[in-house]
């Protein structure tokens, strides 16, 4: 192996002038096919909620559990496994989130009760709030800074493409059930969830095989720790060429042990708040309706149907072309946030969101199964997606991955994406609830303000990150006149 002299770049400017290379993309594709089985899992198991409601007569309280288990289990994972990874390193927690992933889903397409249910489903959210701080570190601390926004948002994605893979499971689940038992509504109560849950355990296999086909560990991580041949030949893998890291070129980082009281020092409390707060709120409104789009789409727009394979199966389509803007909504962020910055996006989003939930209120003063109600619940689902993942779905990821340093990256991604889950409990479980004694219009202006006020947030704390390398970064987060936007 080469040694570099001195006066040789550092791993950070060879790294930013590199090109993609082979294991930055394998090592994307692996994010990516976890961020899809989080976007999958979001979606699926809001076209199974009415068959499984039926099948095991849920009551509105079990709904609420089936629905938010998940979600509370990724805080649990995100919260706990976030510090884990940024003490055993990327590589060995990336192999602990694929195992979780195929034991849990299996689970749940298996599940022989309510209770049983609940807890494999906790289970995959364990594994999905893991991902969130794995996947971002890896991605950022892998990539050059002059693809790093696009790339994280990117991967990020494929949680859109994992949602759409969800809506047409659902469809076509339902629509061969019906074709195969057009007599009886009994097989398609007892089976058709268990079908569309399986899908889930054929990706997460994918994601496996795709996790065995590479190791690497990020050379930042063995950096932090100053741990340099480790380093040299992380760092030779990933950029593909002969390169020794030294401690004269690469300081070694103070060993600050990684914990949530460091979070919240005056050093970092700028960051915390930033990726934090505005997640949250928007994670109330982004979970509160997304998994539940199928039954609001079905309310507002098939109220009048009393069949109910006809009402799901329209609710379902609905919803899988409203799903369609999740997708374009992330490759304008993709298109758009080197141009317009991280902070101005996430704004943009915000408002677009709000606009989208008052369209969706608005609905409802329109006569039930109107051209012109179903016409509104439409418009308002495409703005509210689009914009959502425009800006802050995609943005707020991003950000999580990019306001701390490396020896904490993954404990800050995790808290922030911990937090965001809290937020998405509230939505899942305090939704329902809302909907009943308010009425779905109220409901949907109370998700439209908390998505202005994650907006105020945003401005107020901004960081700028657009085009720095990470080091860089880190400088401006702690400096308190620093509060420059794109």
Same mark, same amino acid.
């Given at each position: ?32 096919? !976890? ?5 999958? *899992?979001?979606? @699926? ?40 990874? *940024? +003490? ?20 749940? $397409? ?8 609940? $807890? ?29 926004? +696009? ?45 569309? !849950? ?10 496996? @095989? ?7 560990? &990020?050379? +930042? ?10 380093? &040299? ?5 990933? !950029? ?16 600050? /042990? ?10 970092? /409390? ?44 329209? &609710? ?93 990256? $993954? ?69 308190? *006149? ?5």
């Amino acid at each position: 192996m080469i040694t570099s002299p001195a006066s040789a770049p550092s791993f950070e400017e060879r790294l930013d002038a590199a090109p993609i290379t082979r294991t930055m993309w394998l090592l994307w594709l692996l994010s990516a096919g !976890l961020i899809a089985l989080d976007g999958f *899992d979001f979606f @699926i198991i809001g076209v199974a909620l009415p068959f499984l409601q039926r099948d095991f007569g849920l009551s509105a309280t079990a709904i609420g559990a089936v629905a938010t288990a998940a979600v509370a289990g990724s805080l649990v994972g995100s919260l706990t496994l976030g510090p884990i990874t *940024d +003490r055993v390193g990327r590589q060995l927690m990336l192999i602990v989130d694929v195992a979780i992933f195929v034991i849990a889903t299996a689970g749940t $397409a298996l599940a022989w009760n309510a209770a049983s249910l609940i $807890a494999f489903r906790f289970l995959v959210g364990v594994g999905i709030g893991a991902d969130y701080p794995i996947s971002v570190s890896y991605i950022t601390e892998n990539v050059p800074a002059r693809f790093r926004g +696009r790339m994280v948002i990117g991967a990020f994605t494929f949680q859109a493409v994992g949602a759409l893979l969800g809506a047409v499971t659902g469809l076509v689940v339902i629509y061969l059930f019906r074709t195969l038992y057009p007599d009886t509504n009994t097989m398609v109560i007892q089976y058709a969830w268990r079908w569309m !849950l399986a899908v889930g355990v054929v990706l997460a296999v994918l994601v496996a @095989i795709v996790r065995l086909s590479f190791s690497l560990e &990020s050379p +930042r991580y063995y950096i932090s720790r100053g741990e340099y041949n480790e380093a &040299s030949a992380a760092a030779t893998q990933l !950029l593909e060429m002969p390169l020794t890291i030294t401690p004269e070129r690469e300081p070694p980082v103070s060993a600050e /042990r990684p914990t949530y009281g460091i979070l919240f020092s005056q050093a970092y /409390r700028r960051s915390t708040i930033l990726a934090a707060g505005p997640w949250f709120l928007q994670d109330i409104a982004t979970y509160g309706v997304g998994i539940f789009t199928p039954a609001i789409i079905g309310l507002l727009a098939f109220a009048g149907e009393t069949d109910f394979m006809t009402r799901e199966m329209g &609710s379902a389509q609905g919803a899988a072309v409203v799903d369609l803007f999740l997708i374009l909504g992330f490759i304008s962020a993709i298109l758009l946030i080197e141009k317009l910055g991280r902070i101005r996006l996430q704004v943009i989003g915000f408002i677009g969101m709000a606009i989208g939930l008052s369209i969706l209120a608005a609905s409802s003063g329109l006569p039930p199964g109107s051209q012109g109600e179903v016409g509104l619940v439409i418009v308002g689902f495409l703005v509210f997606n689009l914009l959502m993942n425009a800006g802050p779905n995609a943005t707020t990821f991003l950000l999580s991955g990019e306001v701390f340093p490396t020896s904490m990256r $993954a404990t800050g991604a995790g808290f922030a994406a911990a937090v965001a889950k809290a937020g998405a409990v509230l939505g899942t479980f305090v939704l329902p609830i809302l909907q009943r004694t308010w009425g779905v219009p109220w409901m949907l202006c109370g998700l439209a303000g908390c998505c202005m006020v994650a907006a105020g947030l945003t401005l107020i704390y901004r960081i700028d990150t657009t085009g720095q390398s990470l080091e860089t970064i880190q400088g401006s987060a702690v400096a308190p *006149d620093t509060l420059v936007t794109k």
